[in-house]
């Protein structure tokens, strides 16, 4: 197992399935959808708008600092549109062009785009001014993955919450191909 075969699928298959999700809720909920944008799972959480911003921008990161990367403007840009989103939280329609735009980046490189050394020392500085000093394995592993997971499923518990009809099946379409030929559930 690789960082880049560890990461990017999963990025990949994740954000995918957060974008069919979103096309559910404006199925299921046409009237609904926008405002479900600014919906929150407790008063001191970012809303739904921010958690997709935020599942992008985790997958962004990582592959920027695996590959020692500059952050460029449109990481700024993804960062500020999450912290705001409150305030604006845009559209269904815009969501769903950030996650394009990551799963863009995800499709853009190598096989071996983040392996090398993984060993590496990483520094990871958050907000409050923490600083991690771990692996690049290590950040995989212990920052990169979990923070991405706890904004996706933030994002699937807010759609949940606010009545759009999600479940497991909804959460692994990536593990249907690998159904033992029947044994599939009917009906």
Known sequence: MTLTNLLVPT????????????VKAEAQMPDKAESMLLARLAPDMFPLSTQIRFACLQAQEAV???????FPGSFDELVNEGR??????????TAKSRIEETLKLLGSLAPDALDGDEDRPVA???PNGMIFDLTAAQYARDWA???FYF???TAYAILRSEGVALGKVD??????PFIRPGTMPVG
């Open 11 to 22: 990025y990949s298959q994740m954000l995918k399935t957060l974008v069919s999700w979103l």
């Open 64 to 70: 920027l600092r695996l590959r020692g990367e500059a």
């Open 84 to 93: 705001n989103a409150a305030d604006h939280p845009g559209t269904i329609a």
């Open 124 to 126: 990871h500085e958050i």
């Open 145 to 147: 993955l979990p923070q």
């Open 151 to 153: 904004h996706l499923m």
């Open 171 to 176: 959460y692994i379409p990536h593990m249907f």
